[in-house]
Structure formats: C-alpha cells, structure tokens
C-alpha cells in the first residue's frame, strides 16, 4: 500500500500533469509561461528606467533653480543625449535661439512655436514612459481567458477518456481534471502580476508626466517674460 501510494504522489506533479497533457494544452501553458516571463522582464526594466528616469528629473530641478542661467544650461545640456524636462527644456531653448537669430518680431507667434516644442517633447516623453504598459494590459486581461480555453479543452479531452475507458473512478478522472485546471493556475500566475504591475507604473508613468507638464508650464512663463523684455529691448534699440 505504501508503494501505491507513493508512485500516486509521484505521477501527480506539476510536471508530469504538464507531460501527460494534450497539444494543444501545453501550447497554451507553454505560451502562459512565456507571458509571465515578459511579464517579470517588463517590471524588472520599468522598475529600473523609472527610478533613473525620477533621479534625473530631481538633478534637473536642482540645477534649473539653482540660479544658473539659461544659457549656460542649454551649452550644457545641448550636446548631451537628454531625456524627460532636460529634453523639454532643450527643445525650448533650441527654438527661442533659432527664432531670435532669425529676427522674430512677434512675440505671440515664438510663445506658440517654444509651446509647440515644448508640447511634442513632451508627448514623446510621456510615450516613452508608457511603453510596453499595453503588454502588461494584455497579458492582464488575456491570461486568464486563455488559461480558461486550455482547461476548457483539457476538460473535453479527459471526458474523451473517461467514455473511452467506461470508468468513472476517481483513478481515472482527477488526472485529467488536474492537468486541464493547470492551465487556469498559469494563466491567473501570468495574469496577476500584470495586472497589478500595469495599475502600478500607470499611475507613476501619470505622476512623472505631471511633473514635467508642471515644468513646461512654469518654463513657458519664463520664457513669455524674457520675449517680452527681448522684443521691448530690441524695439526701444531701433
């Protein structure tokens, strides 16, 4: 009875419960398990690229208010590879000095063109801060249904058996009601972690992108004033 009982406890693993299901079965756990693997990479990197990207937001703000001057700054920040309100605050500045060396006269158009700068910039920033949030919003919602779909089939097939064999004993039955439930067990394991990694980064991927549309904000007024003070300048020369 002993022996029995431990060749029962060694034929029920998750490995031989994965081994002894269909093709279609394990295509689908196969398929669960690498989500969950993109998963855990996609959090592992967000992880990472958000703590840097937060850093250089701080280092950013602590230089911009320190006093400098803005075009001290921008030969600084120009010939680096910059990201987040340094981008923002270089794409505003490359378009004042273009718009000024090319004589602007209107105050009102170069507020529009640094705003529309400004505004790209920080669309795609905030796209780069959202990327790959949709993978984890559809291993989030898909997981579940197609672990669902595995059990599904897995259920039709031990069915299959049972009337094949003309045997109900529960022998007969749990292993196949076991290896089809996996399924639903892996999908749940990939969907889990995504979804609750989505909900997550979004709402840090939203405070991150509401802080630089804070900076873009304060820099636009900045720089209103400095255009008014230049043109006024220039007007009073002529």
Do not use: C, H
Request: net charge neutral.
């Amino acid at each position: 009875m002993e022996q029995v009982g431990l060749a029962a406890t060694s034929e029920v693993t998750l490995w031989s419960l994965f081994m002894q299901a269909g093709f279609v079965v394990k295509f689908v756990m196969l398929g669960l398990i690498g989500a969950s693997i993109w998963t855990w990479a996609i959090v592992a990197d967000k992880w990472i690229s958000f703590n840097k990207f937060r850093r250089q937001l701080d280092q950013f703000e602590q230089v911009f208010w320190s006093g400098q001057s803005l075009e001290e700054l921008y030969r600084t920040l120009s010939d680096r590879k910059s990201s987040g309100m340094s981008a923002i605050f270089v794409s505003a500045m490359r378009e004042w000095k273009k718009s000024f060396e090319r004589g602007a006269k209107s105050p009102i158009g170069l507020q529009m063109r640094i705003d529309k700068a400004m505004d790209v910039t920080l669309a795609r920033e905030s796209d780069a801060l959202e990327s790959r949030l949709g993978s984890l919003a559809t291993i989030g919602s898909a997981a579940p249904f197609i672990g669902l779909f595995g059990t599904v089939v897995g259920i039709m097939t031990s069915f299959q058996a049972i009337a094949g064999s003309k045997s109900t004993n529960l022998a007969v039955v749990a292993p196949g009601i076991a290896e089809a439930l996996l399924a639903t067990a892996i999908g749940l394991l990939a969907a889990i972690p995504a979804v609750i990694a989505y909900n997550k980064f979004s709402a840090d991927a939203g405070k991150l992108s509401a802080r630089m549309e804070g900076f873009t904000d304060e820099f636009s007024g900045i720089l209103s004033r400095q255009i008014d003070e230049r043109l006024s300048a220039r007007a009073a020369a002529e």
